[in-house]
């Protein structure tokens, strides 16, 4: 996750609204991530894990219940809340 956080505080510094959906367990080091690319209060839409044995049902309704969340975060792009669990 977090060469996914460092590409979204690039786009971020340039206007552009991002969303980053990780997983729990690698909370830590997405927070640790933004925090040394200069933008500590990075929101992230985290979902339950793990998701690699899930099926294909329970990764649509894990999405669908995330889709609130990562909404939010794309268009209240700058809006800095903190990171909780969609």
């Given at each position: ?41 990075y929101p992230l ?42």
């Open positions: 996750m977090s060469c996914s956080v460092h590409d979204a505080v690039r786009l971020e510094a340039r206007g552009i609204p991002t969303a980053v959906v990780g997983t729990e367990p690698f909370l830590d080091e997405a927070l640790e991530q933004s925090r040394l690319l200069g933008m500590p209060n839409a985290l979902v339950a894990h793990p998701v690699q044995l899930l099926t294909d049902a329970e990764l649509e309704a894990l999405a669908d219940e995330a889709f609130p969340r990562i909404e939010k975060l794309l268009v209240d792009a700058g809006g800095q809340e903190s990171t909780r669990r969609s």
